[in-house]
Each structure stands twice: as structure tokens, then as C-alpha cells.
């Protein structure tokens, strides 16, 4: 089984571009996370789904945009990359809702220069 | 607001006994986590509390008292292998995981 898996591993933007990360799980797991990783911060919540079809914001979702068209993909947009966006993505996926074990894809780091 | 605070390092030898603080302040409690990241990893779960008390499994032990918001997460018999960071979450009461910054572990032989 794979669990999570996320693409690309590692990019290189320029500015004002646009990227989508992607975002796969194959365990059925009904939640999904974007979360950014940055140095002396913790683990910070851009956009959660709890369900196939519906998405919410997290703590930082100003520059980012989800979807959730299916139980197992779970992309994340920028629209307009600016270096702030610099950090380590990652994708995770829970059965049920926060309270459950969160299991972590493998990270996407991102450079806007 | 919400805060999670743990230390940012810690400096332990191989076979010792190691314990990481975590206290929190959150709008409402659903529960602790406690998460191993190694450099360069992603997080993996190690324990869940959401009652008062000691949960042991194998080396690591995590321990919860809600009246005094804080946690602690318990290592013995450290291994090279557990260095790494350990990050401390609390899901509030929008059911909202909110994360530490992590503390680094680092075991020396």
C-alpha cells in the first residue's frame, strides 16, 4: 500500500507563476490536510476537506485554493506564487476527523524565488 | 489565542531516560497528539491522549493532565535512532489541530 503520496518532490518558481500540488491517497480515508512547514514554526493549516466535496480553511489559506472532486486526490493551487511561499508542503490524510491519527505524505519543497 | 509551547532542543546519551514538555493553552480540549519527525521526513503518530494519565507503548510513554494543560512525552532507552524532532498537537474545540513548533532531540553515544 502506499498511503500518501505527493508530487512534485521538489520545485523551483518564479514569482507570480502558478503551481498546483498534487496530492494522492489510496487508504479511503474520508479527511484530508495541506499543511506548510516552516523553519521554528509548527505544522500550519492551509485548507482541510472532511469529505469528498467539501473543503474549509485553515489558518492560512490567503494565496492558496483546494479541491475535492474525489476521495483520493486532494490538489492544492497557487495562483500567483510569491517567495512567502517558500516551505515544505505536505499532504496527510485521517479516518474521521481531527481526533484520528493523521498519516503524512512525503512533502513537496517549494522555492519561490 | 492558542499556543503550544515546547522546548526548541534537547541534549540526551544514548540509553538514558529523556522527557519532552508540552503545555498548552487552546480554545477547548479533543485531545494531544504526539508526532517523530525525522530531518528531512515526514511525521509519523506516536500517541494520542485524551484522558488524564500514562499511556505506555514500548519505550515511549505519553502522559496528559487537562486541568494543568500539559503533557509530557517519555523516552527511555534512547537510541541513536530517536534522534529527531517531536511535535506536540492539540485539537481544539472546532476540532482544529493546533501544532508546536517541535523540539529537537538530539542523542549523543
Known amino acids: 500500500t502506499a498511503g500518501i503520496t505527493q508530487a512534485p518532490t521538489s520545485q523551483i518558481l518564479a514569482a507570480g507563476r502558478s503551481m498546483t500540488l498534487r496530492c494522492t491517497q489510496d487508504?479511503?480515508?474520508?479527511?484530508m490536510y495541506w499543511y506548510r512547514q516552516d523553519l521554528g514554526l509548527g505544522l500550519r493549516l492551509i485548507h482541510y476537506?472532511?469529505?469528498?466535496?467539501?473543503?474549509g480553511k485553515g489558518e492560512v489559506p490567503d494565496g492558496y485554493s483546494v479541491s475535492r472532486a474525489n476521495t483520493d486526490d486532494f490538489p492544492l493551487t497557487l495562483a500567483s506564487a510569491v517567495p512567502s511561499q517558500t516551505s515544505v508542503y505536505f499532504c496527510?490524510?485521517?479516518?474521521?476527523?481531527?481526533?484520528?491519527?493523521?498519516?503524512f505524505g512525503p512533502g513537496t519543497r517549494l522555492t519561490v524565488l | 489565542g492558542q499556543n503550544i509551547d515546547q522546548p526548541t532542543e534537547m541534549t540526551a546519551t544514548e540509553g538514558a531516560i529523556v522527557q519532552i514538555n508540552c503545555t498548552y493553552q487552546?480554545?477547548?480540549?479533543?485531545?494531544l497528539f504526539w508526532y517523530q519527525q525525522h530531518a528531512g521526513e515526514a511525521p509519523t503518530f506516536l500517541s494520542y491522549?485524551?484522558l488524564d494519565g500514562l499511556e505506555e507503548k514500548g519505550r515511549f510513554s505519553s502522559f496528559l493532565s487537562r486541568s494543568k494543560g500539559y503533557s509530557y512525552l517519555l523516552l527511555k532507552e534512547l537510541q541513536m535512532k530517536d534522534s529527531a524532532s517531536y511535535l506536540c498537537?492539540?485539537?481544539?474545540?472546532?476540532?482544529?489541530?493546533?501544532w508546536g513548533a517541535g523540539t529537537k532531540l538530539i542523542i549523543k553515544p
Open positions: 496527510a490524510s485521517s479516518d474521521g476527523d481531527s481526533r484520528g491519527e493523521q498519516f
Open positions: 487508504m479511503r480515508h474520508n479527511a
Open positions: 476537506s472532511n469529505t469528498a466535496g467539501t473543503t
Open positions: 487552546t480554545s477547548g480540549f479533543n485531545g
Open positions: 491522549n485524551v
Open positions: 498537537a492539540v485539537v481544539d474545540s472546532n476540532y482544529q489541530l493546533i
